[in-house]
C-alpha cells in the first residue's frame, strides 16, 4: 500500500468512518451521521493526520521529497512517473 498511497493508515481510518455513515444510512434515519466522516475526513487530511506528519517527515527523511512527488498522500492511486 505504501507504493500507492504515503498514508493508507489514515486512508484506512477515514474509509472506515464512511463504512460507518452506509451502515447508518441503511436504517432509513441515519442521513444525518453525515457529518461524522465528513469532519474525520477533513481533520485526516488537512488538520492532524497527513498534514502534521508530512512536516516533519519533510525535514528528518532523506529522499522523502523525491517519494511525495511520485505518490498520492490520501486516497491511494497508482504512482507518478517522476522523469530523472
Known amino acids: 500500500m505504501w507504493r500507492f498511497t504515503r498514508h493508507p ?3 484506512g481510518d477515514a474509509a472506515q468512518w464512511w463504512g460507518y455513515y452506509l451502515i447508518a444510512l441503511a436504517t432509513g ?14 481533520l485526516l487530511r ?10 516533519s517527515l519533510k525535514e528528518t527523511k532523506p529522499g522523502y ?7 498520492n498522500a490520501f486516497i491511494p492511486w497508482f504512482p507518478k512517473k517522476i522523469p530523472n
Open 9 to 11: 493508515n489514515y486512508f
Open 29 to 42: 434515519s441515519g442521513w444525518w451521521s453525515v457529518f461524522s466522516p465528513v469532519i474525520m475526513s477533513f
Open 46 to 55: 488537512n488538520v492532524s493526520g497527513v498534514t502534521m506528519l508530512e512536516k
Open 65 to 71: 521529497a523525491e517519494y511525495v512527488e511520485a505518490t
